[in-house]
């Protein structure tokens, strides 16, 4: 089946071979990493977590999403959505490989990972984080490939998969639920000490997720001419309103709780964040963007039903960068600043990081595009 | 089920509950004889008797000499066991317009503060860092991956991480005490190979005006116990709930 992605045209061979090539690129840096050490990277000593963990959390998030196409189909019987549920299947699988190569780049000594099964430790987040984001990469695999197998030959999926997709809904809600549970619950850092982290996690989740599916939607029908039925990306679109709406309201809640209260420890992540301080303002339009960028889709949204698919597009582009601009930067970032010192440090990834974390986004792309080249070939040859 | 199997049942259920009883009685007597032998390592500081020599680090270089802290010259590289802050950033909460000017230009020592309840020692994923039995917040620089959630889950930003090679930044290799390599956590031991050995914190032995004393808060009539009973202290963050084991004495 895996051989249709290995016949395409040239475009395609092109895009293959742009992909591996930044991926290759990431995988030296890496490698330059490897022997340097962390130094190589932004991150220190203030800001100790930085582009690796904040991208992590942000893929986990796209992850999850997928819940979103398979919930409807499986409890609520929406059979419309029996074509967009294996490219949401197969979305998750890459974006957790994707997370998993952002937590091994992140590790001071990736050569002793395995330490954190040796040595198993259920008081910490980030061993359940292992274990849920492992399980959740097997069950999308094993759902996906067996259910996609099933169409191919065109008999009844195996009768196995039914449960395993009913425990993959809870499953995939559990992985951003574990991630924000990583950072709420260090009393450390007021930012992340709030217990709407996981809902905000969850809304942000289901807004950026399915957005990312809109917009893949569009380039496959662009590039393969495998067309998805409007009424399923209006759908589609439909649960984006409704949890872009969810962020919105539960930031303005986080917002309000922290300026009306005034406690200086809280307070002053957002001020920071926001207004920035003398000598280090530089967060202020990535916070800004985000928090705008998420307010203008919402209403694009809105009002995109009557409208073409152009907006529709336009607004989940804009969706995913603003909250990439939140959850992969400016709330991981801004969690340690100011620092427990009460300084208030600068940190710029350096051209190291962004080569592997843009190696990383390229490993990811190329597990995507072979798995949807798979689907999109199957679909056309019948 | 019968009368006699049920007899059986229920008494062998009230042996066993009575013989868990016995266990847990003697567990607890048990728990109770090691918590007298138990040590409760503490450090206290004297802000007047630390201010007297003004410039003054004898017990940072004696620190960082004994334990090969390397030196880096770059600000985020930075590796600390012990340093020196100001007032108002490590007693941000405990500072008002009077103390502002004040206590101006006292700068405090600041390391690990071997808290009871540590927050960095539930987040590690491996158990590369621990409290021994003395109180002492250990870490395993061999079990260390790096991943730093102690670092961010340390309220008093007592750990540093080898962002690069450190022998290349140590300026005189001690020997008898191991150096670290690149991509592992570390910190403040509170001497713990000096304090079985029966000597005193490499800090508290430099200190060139008594300002630092060490002992042990389970015993009464230690120096510390004495002085802490006496003197009006502080600890850093107390409300976070991690009952640190350095107190600040006025």
Redesign the interface.
């Known amino acids: 089946m895996i051989e249709k992605a290995f016949k395409g045209t040239i475009g395609y061979w092109l895009w293959l071979c742009f992909l591996s090539a930044l991926a290759l690129a990431g995988f030296i840096s890496y490698l330059r990493q490897l022997d ?4 190589i990277t932004g ?4 800001v ?2 930085g582009l690796y963990i904040a991208n992590f959390t942000f893929f986990v998030g796209i992850a999850a999403s997928s819940v979103v196409v398979v919930l409807p189909y499986y409890l609520h019987d929406y059979k419309k959505f029996g074509d967009i549920i294996i490219l949401g299947e197969f979305l998750a699988v890459s974006s957790v490989v994707v997370t998993i190569l952002f ?1 091994l780049v ?5 050569s ?2 395995l ?2 099964l ?2 198993p ?1 259920p ?5 359940w984080d ?1 274990v849920v984001l492992t399980g959740y990469l097997i069950l999308n695999i094993v759902i996906g490939w067996w259910s996609f197998d099933a169409k191919v030959k065109e008999i009844e999926p195996p009768i196995w998969i039914k449960p395993l997709v009913y425990i993959s809904i809870p499953w995939a809600i559990s992985i951003h639920t574990v991630t924000a549970f ?1 950072y709420s ?5 007021p930012l992340w000490h709030t217990a709407l982290l996981a809902p905000r996690f969850l809304a942000s989740a289901f807004a950026s997720g399915p957005s990312v599916l809109i917009v893949l939607c569009f380039i496959i029908r662009r590039w393969f001419g495998f067309n998805i039925e409007r009424d399923v990306i209006k759908k589609i679109a439909i649960i984006v309103t409704y949890a872009l709406s969810i962020h919105i309201f539960f930031m303005l809640a986080e917002i309000y709780t922290v300026l009306y209260s005034d406690l ?2 809280h307070k002053s992540h957002f001020e920071f964040l926001f207004l920035g301080v003398p000598g280090n303002r530089f967060l202020i339009p990535w916070t800004w963007g985000s928090t705008v960028g998420a307010i203008i889709a919402f209403v694009l949204f809105l009002i995109s039903h009557k409208k073409n698919d152009s907006l529709v597009i336009f607004a989940s582009i804009i969706t995913v960068v603003s909250i990439w601009l939140e959850k992969g930067f400016c709330l991981i970032i801004g ?2 600043v100011p ?5 208030y ?1 600068k940190y710029v990834p350096t051209i190291f990081e962004l080569f592997i974390t843009l190696g990383i986004y390229a490993a990811g792309g190329l597990i995507l595009t072979i798995l949807y080249k798979t689907v999109v070939s199957f679909r056309q040859s019948k | 089920m019968n009368r006699r199997d049920f007899l059986k049942i229920t008494g062998i259920l009230a042996i066993g509950a009575a013989s868990h009883q016995t266990a847990m009685i003697l567990l607890s007597s048990e728990v109770k004889g090691d918590q007298a032998k138990k040590k409760r390592w503490a450090m206290a500081i004297s802000f007047s008797a630390c201010v007297k020599r003004e410039g003054c680090r004898d017990c940072i270089d004696n620190c960082h000499l004994i334990h090969n802290v390397p030196e880096f010259t ?6 600390q066991w012990i340093w020196s ?1 100001h007032y ?3 007693f ?2 405990q500072t008002n317009m009077f103390t502002k000017g004040m206590l101006k230009n006292l700068s405090v020592l600041c390391l690990c503060n071997h808290c009871e309840n540590p ?1 960095c020692v ?7 860092t621990w409290k021994n039995k003395d109180g002492i917040i250990m870490i395993d620089y061999h ?7 102690c ?7 007592a750990r ?6 450190p022998k290349p930044f140590i300026k005189e290799i001690n020997r008898d005490f191991p150096t670290r ?5 570390e910190k403040c031991n509170f001497c713990e190979e000096r304090i079985t050995q029966g000597l005193l914190p490499a800090c508290v032995e430099a200190c060139p005006e008594k300002a630092l004393t060490f002992g042990d808060l389970n015993d009464p009539e230690s120096d510390i116990s004495r002085l802490l009973k006496t003197r009006f202290s502080i600890q850093r963050k107390p409300h ?2 991690t009952d640190p084991k350095v107190f600040y004495l006025f």
């Not at chain 1, 008081?123 to 061993?127: D, N």
């Open positions: 340097i050490g962390l130094g991150m220190g000593r203030d100790s977590w937590i992140d590790l001071g000594v990736p002793r990972v330490n954190v040796i040595y430790s008081s910490s987040l980030l061993f292992m990583i619950g260090l009393s450390a850092k200086p420890s969690g340690f620092t427990p010192f009460e300084e440090p | 770059d600000n985020k590289d930075k590796i802050s108002e950033s490590v941000g909460e927050p539930k987040v590690c994923p491996t158990k590369a079990r260390c991956i790096g991943c730093r959630y670092m961010a889950a340390c309220p008093y930003d540093s991480f080898n962002w690069k090679d390599a690149k991509g592992v956590v976070l709930g």
